[in-house]
């Protein structure tokens, strides 16, 4: 979930989100339909209360690149079949996705709210969409596990973007430290499976939780030549219910029978029991990346750019 600018944002969209799903996408406003398929599975796409045809066919095509993003190695989207809802507001700020949230009651919806008069160039450059359709690769993972599920989101948010074009590398990758020096600054506190919404936390759950996600990427494909979205790949095809509420412990002892090794689970363990943020120190070092002052540099070194590029490198889909 995008984290709200303002609390009356949260409320206001809730409330709409939870009326529409009561009374259906059709009653008393235009609801313009498209089915954007990737192998076997599918997401409706709901544009509602939007009547200029040109706009319509353009805030589609926008869904359609950002889901496409998220389309795992088989060809396919993580779940079935999933709903997304795109619907117009007057915003003051200047984000043209103000909210975004997904809704597991009565099957996965996805709820984004677009600026009124936003462009398609804005809408492309912004992470909201491809945050929120990262939350279709797992289950309802409670408060103790909101870590891990917007810890996914947040690092996808970045990196498969990178992957599908909408992003440059480099960009990511700083884009990244920034959330990173972000969840540092909270500083350290309560255990971070602990935190769930606890106020001050937000950052810290976000952002560890992505940290932990490029670790565990790392990790699969520097010593077991797969890599994190094959194995959510494997999970997605065996296991995934989209609205089932699973234990986080269940879920990456799900993911380390997936991969057929044991490595999910033990740094769960490590991070949830944290109370203060995780060292980069080694993922970096791997990475080739070291910080300078406000911003970062790149080594040259092959190995490390090697990797950089298995992560973020744009990678063609069909």
């Known amino acids: 979930m995008r984290p709200p600018s303002a609390l009356i944002a949260c409320l206001i969209a809730l409330l709409t989100f939870a009326g529409a799903s009561a009374r259906g996408p059709t009653d008393d406003v235009a609801t313009n339909r498209r089915t954007v398929l990737a192998g076997d599975t599918a997401l409706q796409v709901d544009v509602i209360g939007i009547d200029d045809p040109a706009r319509v066919a353009m805030l589609q095509r926008w869904v359609e690149e950002a889901a496409r993003a998220t389309v795992l190695p088989s060809g396919r989207f993580p779940l079935r079949s999933a709903r997304v809802e795109v619907r117009e507001a007057r915003s003051r ?22 600026r009124r008069g936003a462009s398609y160039e804005e809408l492309r450059a912004d992470w909201t969409a491809v945050h ?5 690769a797992h289950p309802y993972l409670g408060e103790r596990g909101r870590w891990l599920a917007e810890g996914l989101a947040s690092y996808h948010q970045n990196v498969l973007r990178a992957r599908a074009g909408l992003l440059a590398p480099e960009d990511a990758w700083r884009r990244l430290d920034a959330g990173f020096r972000r969840g540092e600054a909270v500083g350290g506190g309560p255990t971070l499976g602990a935190m769930g919404r606890q106020r001050g936390g937000t950052m810290r759950v976000y952002w560890a939780g992505a940290a932990y996600w490029l ?24 296991c995934l219910d989209g609205t089932a509420h699973v234990a986080p412990d269940d879920f990456v002892a799900a ?48 190995a490390a750019r090697r990797l950089r590029a298995s992560l973020t490198a744009q990678t063609p889909k069909d």
């Not at 700020?93 to 677009?114: A, C, E, K, N």
């Not at 990427?217 to 094959?230: F, G, I, K, V």
């Not at 380390?256 to 203060?276: K, N, Q, V």
């Open 132 to 136: 929120e359709f990262s939350h279709l």
């Open 93 to 114: 700020g200047d984000s043209p996705v103000p909210w975004g949230q997904t809704s597991r009651g009565g099957g996965v919806s996805v709820l984004l709210y677009v």
């Open 215 to 238: 670790e565990m990427d790392l990790a699969l494909r520097r010593n077991h030549a797969t890599t994190l979205e094959a194995v959510l790949d494997r999970y997605a095809q065996c």
């Open 255 to 302: 993911l380390d029978r997936a991969a057929g090794i044991e490595l999910f689970a033990p740094r769960y363990r490590d991070y949830a029991e944290s109370t203060t943020f995780p060292s980069l120190i080694d993922s970096y070092r791997a990475l080739g990346i070291e910080r300078s002052g406000a911003g970062l540099n790149f080594s040259d070194a092959p």
